[in-house]
């Protein structure tokens, strides 16, 4: 499997390591805290059984210590078999009698030594309490109950009976069963971290597809689609995700790429239809006439390429968010009215009449160079498709304002009214050789760029009744927002 190395991201621990190593951790620490409250347990447990069969001994000791008719003492181990005698030795071959100042009375025939024992326990025991506690004998940790035998008669007021077992099978108990936990704990933490090295490193595998694929895919390359295999619902989405990113990429970069080729073509050909004419008329002398038909023609051409590339630079503003409006309080009547006026010549030369419908004043607050701009392209394509008339309408809808152009000439003709307004769209009537109703295809674009850079919108539409209507809906709240 092959890792990613994309430049810029700081080496770190794998998914797969530290989740192996979390898991780990965490059984780890459970199985820890299991082995230590089970050791507890068992030695609390082991402790009072232990307790529980001195005390038993130590009674049924103490109460047959004096049962002869003088009074004498005696341990009953002497009249046990001697079979009965082994399962009982590990209890009762540490048992002696003292009386209160520390002599020794009576001694379990097994030892060959006294038990140790403790002032202190042997005069609280010879005053009538039970007393436990642990000591070393012979090598080895025992547990000791000091009983008092007082209730065997005066005689016996202060004696006090010692029975003591060795802890060292209860030790050895307690230690193996820790160290069973303790190995258990070791396998158990290994094996969880290869299982989830493992399930992790499966998990993760479709990511590792994913990447490679994606890493593979550049900017000449968008039209490929990540293939990974991805077989839950998860990775299924992401990759769904990242094939959808790439869609649109793809459809932006094509949008890009066909932009920038019509821009240069539009700017070319002009340029190269200039200098042909210029070549032709250097090629010999000429009358001050013909000079001035080709600088005319020149202007012509100059004023149309200007006109072109403030178009693009617009466009490119636009494609950047920093196509701002600058608005102003204006009145829109009187502004529609001037562009009307200023279309006039146009209009009466194809015999079209322009028809202004507007309030006598009607103050907005937007950019008045902007709603220029956008009346005169749609009144300039409308006289060029209108049969008779051109109506330009504005009114106010909420606080936003509404320009319609309406003309009764063919129509939309059936295409989509969105791709209208794509860049450099013409329809191939507009494309007709002699260029007379011909434009660059982007004073569309340029109308909508406008108007949402007003936080409004541009569409249009073939009326029932035939023709076109363009409504360009502008919003004063940018413009409020601004002179607040
Ligand atoms: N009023 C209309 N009636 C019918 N078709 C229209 C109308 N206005 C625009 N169109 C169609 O929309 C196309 C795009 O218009 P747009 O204004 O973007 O470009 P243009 O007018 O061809 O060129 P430019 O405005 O850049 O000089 C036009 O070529 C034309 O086919
Ligand atoms: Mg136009």
New binding site residues.
């Given amino acids: 499997m092959t890792t990613a190395h994309v430049s810029g991201i700081e080496p770190g621990a794998s998914f797969r390591s530290r989740l192996a190593l979390r898991a780990t951790v965490t059984v780890t620490a459970g199985l820890s805290l299991l082995c230590v409250a089970t050791g507890l347990a068992l030695s609390a447990f082991l402790d009072r059984e232990i307790d529980a069969a001195i005390l038993s001994i130590a009674a049924i000791q103490a109460a047959s210590l004096a049962d002869g008719p003088s009074g004498e003492m005696h341990f009953h181990e002497w009249d046990l078999t001697p079979e009965e005698a082994v399962s009982v030795q590990d209890l009762v071959q540490y048992a002696q009698v003292w009386d209160e100042t520390g002599t020794s009375l009576l001694r379990s025939q097994y030892m060959t030594s006294d038990l140790p024992v403790d002032p202190e326990s042997l005069a609280r025991a010879s005053a009538g309490d039970l007393v436990w506690s642990r000591q070393e004998f012979g090598g080895a940790r025992v547990r000791t109950l000091f009983y008092p035998l007082a209730r065997l008669g005066a005689k016996h007021s202060t004696h006090v009976l010692q029975v003591a077992a060795p802890l060292t099978q209860r030790n050895a108990i307690v230690r193996s069963a820790v160290l069973f936990f303790c190995v258990l704990t070791v396998l158990l933490a290994v094996a969880t971290y290869m299982g989830s090295w493992w399930l992790a490193g499966s998990a993760v595998r479709p990511i590792h597809a994913v990447i490679d694929q994606a890493e593979e895919i550049g900017a000449r390359s968008l039209d490929r689609r990540i293939q990974a295999f991805a077989d839950t619902r998860e990775y299924r989405r992401l990759v769904q995700v990242l094939n959808t990113m790439l869609g649109r990429l793809q459809a932006g970069f094509d949008a890009q790429r066909r932009f920038t080729a019509d821009a240069s073509h539009e700017l070319r050909s002009p340029l190269t239809a200039m200098r042909g004419e210029i070549e032709v008329a250097l090629r010999r002398d000429r009358e001050p006439e013909e000079y001035r038909e080709v600088l005319n023609s020149t202007l012509e051409e100059v004023a149309r390429l200007s006109r072109t590339s403030e ?1 693009l630079l617009t466009l490119a503003r636009s494609d950047s968010q920093t196509l701002v409006p600058a608005p102003t309080e204006v009145d829109a009547s009187d502004r529609v009215r001037r562009i009307a006026e200023r279309l006039e010549g146009t209009a009466d030369a194809r015999g079209i009449s322009l028809v202004v419908d507007a309030p006598a004043a009607m103050y907005v607050t937007i950019d008045p160079e902007m709603l220029d701009r956008i009346t005169w ?2 009144v ?3 006289l ?3 049969a008779s008339v051109v109506s330009i309408g504005i009114s106010m809808e909420a606080s936003d304002l509404v320009l319609v ?1 309406r ?1 009764d ?5 059936g ?1 989509d009214p969105e791709s ?2 794509e860049r450099f ?3 191939d ?2 494309r007709t050789p002699d260029g007379s109703i ?10 909508r760029a406008l108007a949402e850079s007003h936080g409004g919108s541009a569409r ?1 539409t073939t009326r029932a009744e035939g ?2 209507e ?1 409504t360009v809906r502008l919003s004063q709240t940018l413009g409020a927002a601004r002179r607040a």
């Fill in positions: 178009e392209n749609l300039a394509n409308a060029r498709h209108a152009v003309d000439g063919p129509g939309l003709r295409v209208l307004f769209y013409r329809s009537e507009a011909g434009g660059t295809g982007l004073g569309l674009s340029i109308v249009g023709g076109a363009f």
